[in-house]
Nanobody, 115 residues
Framework: QLQLVESGGGLVQAGGSLRLSCVASGLIYSTDVIGWYRQAPGKQRELVAEITSGGSTNIADSVKGRFTISRNNVKDTVYLQMNSLKLDDTAVYYC?????????WGQGTQVTVSS
């Protein structure tokens, strides 16, 4: 069984930065894609960024140039570096792992950007 645990959320002023971490406990396959999604109140959950074990990334247009995703395969940890945060970035951020076993989600971490 795979568990994903997020950390690093919090309250930050607009223009500030945060780094989210997602630690995976359990077996990670090299074909697993790990990513970050977010869900704001009243909105659908949306992809923010995802990364393969080889380092290929897919970044949402809304955060491109501001957010960076990285992966440490030894530590089974994925990071989301968020810079130049905007009010619209306020959401619960979820770690996601998808692969041949299916899809797994973390419990989420709140990111709140204030003016």
């Amino acid at each position: 069984q795979l568990q994903l645990v997020e950390s690093g959320g919090g309250l930050v002023q607009a223009g500030g930065s945060l780094r989210l971490s997602c630690v995976a406990s359990g077996l990670i396959y090299s074909t697993d894609v790990i990513g970050w999604y977010r869900q704001a109140p009243g909105k659908q959950r949306e992809l923010v960024a995802e990364i393969t074990s080889g380092g290929s990334t897919n970044i949402a247009d809304s955060v491109k140039g501001r957010f960076t995703i990285s992966r440490n395969n030894v530590k089974d940890t994925v990071y989301l570096q968020m810079n130049s945060l905007k009010l619209d970035d306020t959401a619960v951020y979820y770690c996601n792992c998808r692969g041949r076993r299916g899809v797994y989600w973390g419990q989420g971490t709140q990111v709140t950007v204030s003016s």
